[in-house]
């Protein structure tokens, strides 16, 4: 599969991934299975692939391409969600802990901790969320007193992803100062005297998760991860790198569904007729190929800002929050396609709806991101609107310039609705103008990537004018640049005669 947007390297590690996971780590997660532990084998098969030092300069036995680590991280979150989820949870468990050294670690601790990591000698956990903390950080009531040569940590840390395999954590904590300022990141050694680690939380997706527990654990000051105060930094930088990876993830589970549905779908027959040629199965097929296509342009977008030194908060969080839930929604048609065998263990497509599901909690809820994304579009832009959906942005710049509308929308269910439209609307620019490059190249993609374009305009199209009618229920005074009624018919064809027509190309 030629990867768009890709650079000649960039798709050799593709391609690589691919070959990789088919010869040697789907073998070996089949055989380990699904047990509540990480599989050792499977971290040293990837070790020694070079999979864990991508980011990683070469003085600590990495290949040192930190420089475009968010863009080669999707590429292999992607790739390895295609083939099996399970060995992308082991990759991804590694990574977490990698940023937070790469990206502020001293020179003592790169040295002593990065080169253990490339080889997969020590497994790394990343451990923030507490039992009233999740997606809000700044909940945490873990604390890391300063004491003589050091700190000492008290506390609970639950839900932490790799605690009972752990080699090393980073671990935040709340320190004195007020604010962003009164939270620490530390690097941790579990074997140690006052930490306790409880192997006591089963997923419906099994793998090496827990709850740790911290009594006056001392760690000495070099184990202080940049600067006291540097927590908050720590990690939200962390999880920033890493949302759009787990939208690549959940690429690559919405791509397997796909797959794995239109094999079903040409093999059997009902009536006589494939199941492929059953318009109602058509149009989910061609609903799971377009949604994987939109989502995953938002994914390498968000990849591709924070590359370039940008933040891309925003960008992430829409990628994430997609790309999940398009894949829970491919994952459950998918598993209607299958029949029976959707819903029974052992087959992929059951595996992959309790992966696609976890997907959408850990790293941020949907709700988390949603408020993320609608907080950031209440002001209005800067840029004049252009492209595709200039007419819809313009209609909702007349909410946001008016009194009655930001009233409206400093509710947060609102926000979150808007969240929506941006993202709709997002990603039709971002396909309308991947289609048009290729069309430019005579490129014989150009067709299907058309009629992506156009579905993602008419689904952007109606969420607008739906979130505008509801605003009109709720305030009559509301300014709207058109009506609701007006902006859908900007919008020529249906959504169903858009998809047959791709289904038409796909198979």
């Known amino acids: ?265 040409l093999e059997r027959e009902v009536g006589g007729r494939r199941l492929a040629d059953l318009e109602v199965i058509r149009l989910k097929l061609a609903r799971m190929w377009a949604d994987a296509t939109w989502c995953r342009a938002l994914v390498y977008r968000a990849a591709a800002t924070r590359d370039a030194g940008e933040r891309s908060v925003v960008q992430a969080a829409m990628s994430k929050l997609a790309a999940t839930e398009a894949a829970c929604r491919a994952v459950y048609e998918s598993q209607q396609i299958h029949g029976a065998r959707g819903v029974t263990v052992g087959y992929h497509v059951e595996a992959l709806a309790r992966h696609a599901r976890q997907a959408t909690i850990y790293e941020g809820t949907s709700e988390i991101q949603r408020l993320i994304i609608g907080r950031s579009a209440v002001e209005p832009p800067t840029d004049e609107a252009t492209g595709p959906t200039a007419h819809l942005r313009q209609a909702l710049d007349s909410i946001r310039g008016s009194e009655v509308g930001r009233a409206l929308l400093s509710n947060d269910s609102v926000r979150a609705r808007l969240a929506d439209v941006c993202i709709a609307l997002d990603a039709a620019d971002l396909v309308a103008a991947q289609a048009d490059r290729l069309a430019e190249t005579a490129d014989d993609r150009a067709a299907r990537f058309a009629l992506v374009a156009e579905l993602t305009l008419v689904d952007a199209t109606d969420s607008a004018a739906d979130l505008i009618t509801d605003l009109a229920r709720r305030s009559p005074d509301v300014v709207v640049g058109g009506t609701a009624d007006s902006l859908r018919r900007t919008a020529v064809r249906s959504p169903d005669v858009i998809l047959l027509d791709l289904a038409d190309l796909l198979w």
């Open 1 to 265: 599969m030629i990867e768009l947007g890709l650079t000649a390297d960039e798709q050799e590690l593709a391609a690589d991934v691919d070959e990789f996971a088919v010869a040697t780590l789907v073998p070996i997660a089949e055989e380990f299975g699904e047990q509540h532990a990480i599989c050792r084998d499977l971290v040293t098969a990837m070790a020694d692939r070079g999979y864990f030092g991508l980011n990683i300069a070469s003085e600590y036995g990495g290949r040192g391409n930190d420089h475009r680590y968010s863009t080669l991280l999707c590429i292999l979150r992607e790739h390895l969600g295609y083939h099996e989820p399970g060995v992308d949870f082991t990759f991804g468990l590694q990574g977490l802990g990698t940023v937070a050294i790469v990206k502020n670690g001293d020179d003592a601790q790169r040295s002593a901790i990065l080169p253990d990591l490339v080889d997969g000698k020590k497994v790394f956990a990343f451990a923030v969320t507490e039992p009233h903390a999740g997606s809000d950080v700044r909940g945490m009531t873990t604390t890391a007193e300063p004491v003589d040569g050091g700190y000492r940590i008290s506390g609970t840390k639950t839900y932490i992803s790799g605690a009972p395999d752990a080699d090393l954590m980073v671990v935040v904590a709340r320190t004195p100062g007020a604010g962003s300022a009164g939270y620490s990141a530390f690097v941790v050694d579990p074997s140690e005297a006052g930490v306790e680690v409880r192997q006591d939380i089963e997923l419906g997706a099994p793998h090496s998760i827990g709850t740790i527990v911290f009594t006056d654990h001392f760690v000495p000051t070099s184990s202080l991860i940049g600067a006291e105060g540097d927590g908050l930094k720590v990690a939200l930088g962390t999880l920033e790198v890493y949302r759009p990876s787990v939208g690549a993830l959940a690429v690559g589970m919405t791509r397997s569904a796909y797959d794995h549905a239109l094999e079903i779908a």
